[in-house]
């Protein structure tokens, strides 16, 4: 019905008699550009992204954590409930649309819900606890692109569901810092506070709305809107006029319960155990609704932006699995930025990931020389030998350079000659000896040269 609707309007104008211009054709090469707040990560950024992929499944491995892939897209009403109706991320951040189908879906603007998600969904329940998840992936929230802040951006997030011992916040916290130790990112530091639970939480909630509706003149707009949605969140305003009315009012930790009380102690005491230092930062409330007992962020200074950059952050999440349609299951998680972290090897000065160079380089002259080398390739890369190559170079001196410029040891040259002959001239580039050896040798003599090397 709505297709036809629009089909007559749109032959409005032949409804008048009159017809319709073609479009002219401007025949416009339109040069395309990425999606504002997306970008390319270039090859030449990919080593240091490669170091931090293999820090991330180095510590996962060393702390019993399982890789989950999760998809992209959810139904909307998975972060709506996971992460909270009335969060920045779902109420201003979300990517959503419709599938032709007709399902409301968005692109996960974070990890969590979806784990919890994919924990219900698969009967991870069953599993011994904690069951310990992590996850890398492009993330999405249509927040105002600027330096360390993007549309899509990359997390890793490490999730382990089912254990309430502040020991596991302890462990988690232990393990992030691993990460940063691992990838040589110094400076950081960590802060953390402790948010209460259902039972303690109310009372401290009305507490705070009536202190801050004292002071409801002096808040932002956001803020205003905020005291009636979401009121925690007004602490973690910015905002200067905020930061002065946040000042005075009731911190959370002077109104935990008991159990709170003790969760967080034993946290902090399990800290102080493994030398981690922190800061107590009694405001620190976190973006997302799921949260209870404790939150955690780590933020390092930097020179380029002249501020604090939270290279990620977590916490306890006590109701979610239950919220999630689950039984009663503690958690606990954490996510970092990617893109933040490659940032911050980057001032820092970090070594990124230096690929093994290669130990044999393949020259070749000629047509039939080239046809053999693809076959030499094949053979010595079944082998295990990193070889090189640049078949499409027909000049032997700038294929030597290359090979110099790559600091391979061995170079193997095949003429034309060579090629009818099944041989290669085996140089070595250190003392720039040569010698001509058959086919079948080949793979035999570089492995035993490789291995003097
Ligand atoms: P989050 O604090 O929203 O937590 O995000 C974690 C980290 O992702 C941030 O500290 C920041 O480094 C990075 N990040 C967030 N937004 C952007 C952006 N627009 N551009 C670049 N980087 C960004 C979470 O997402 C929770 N799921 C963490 C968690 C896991 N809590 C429990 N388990």
């Not at 219900?120 to 069953?126: A, D, F, I, R, V």
């Not at 254990?163 to 393990?175: K, M, T």
Request: hydrophobic share 35%.
């Amino acid at each position: 019905m709505a297709r036809k609707k629009t089909a007559l309007k749109k032959s409005g104008a032949a409804k008048k008699g009159k017809t319709a211009k073609p479009k002219k054709s401007t025949g416009s090469r339109k040069k395309f550009q990425t999606v504002r707040g997306m970008r390319d990560i270039l090859p030449q950024e990919q080593p240091y992204w490669q170091r931090v992929r293999k820090a991330v499944e180095k510590v996962a491995n060393d702390y019993g954590y399982q890789r989950i892939d999760l998809p992209l897209v959810e139904y909307r009403q998975l972060f709506e409930r996971g992460a909270g109706a009335t969060t920045d991320i779902v109420e201003k951040e979300i990517f959503k649309f419709k599938t032709r189908g007709g399902d409301d879906v968005a692109l996960r603007p974070e990890g969590t819900p979806s784990a919890v998600r994919a924990y219900l969904q698969h009967g991870m329940q069953t599993l011994p606890k904690p069951v310990k998840l992590f996850y890398i992936g492009p993330m999405y929230r249509f927040d105002r692109p600027q330096e360390g802040r993007y549309r899509e951006f990359f997390q890793f997030g490490f999730e382990a569901i089912g254990e309430g011992d502040s020991i596991l916040d302890a462990q988690i916290i232990q393990l992030a810092l691993r990460i940063f130790h691992v990838l040589k990112i110094k400076k950081v530091s960590l802060q953390i506070n402790s948010i209460g639970c259902k039972e303690c939480r109310p009372s401290y909630n009305k507490l705070l709305v009536s202190y801050l509706k004292n002071c409801r003149s002096s808040l932002c707009m956001n803020c205003k809107q905020r005291l009636k949605k979401n009121p925690l969140r007004i602490l973690d305003c910015k905002e200067e006029k905020c930061a002065r009315v946040i000042k005075q009012a009731p911190q959370t930790i002077d109104h935990l319960c008991d159990d709170c009380k003790n969760h967080f102690t034993s946290l902090l005491e399990c800290l102080d155990e493994i030398q981690v230092p922190y800061v107590l930062n009694s405001y620190l409330v976190r973006g997302l609704d799921y949260y209870s007992r404790t939150v955690f962020e780590f933020f390092v200074e930097s020179k380029e932006t002249q501020s604090q950059a939270a290279l990620g952050g977590g916490g306890r999440y006590d109701y979610l699995v239950k919220l999630l349609g689950g039984s009663d299951t503690p958690a606990v998680g954490f996510a970092m930025g990617m893109d933040r972290l490659v940032a911050q090897m980057k001032e820092q000065k970090v070594e990124a990931f230096e690929p093994p160079t290669p130990r044999v380089y393949l020259a070749q002259l000629g047509d039939l020389a080239k046809k053999k080398s693809l076959r030499i390739f094949d053979e010595l890369e079944r082998s295990g030998i990193q070889v090189a190559e640049s078949f499409g170079r027909g000049n032997l001196r700038s294929q030597l350079k290359q090979a110099d410029r790559l600091k391979a040891p061995i170079v193997l040259i095949i003429g034309q000659r060579e090629a009818l002959d099944e041989t290669v001239i085996l140089k070595d580039m250190a003392s720039g000896s040569q010698e001509v050896i058959t086919f079948a040798k080949i793979v035999k003599e570089v492995k035993k040269r490789v291995k003097r090397l």
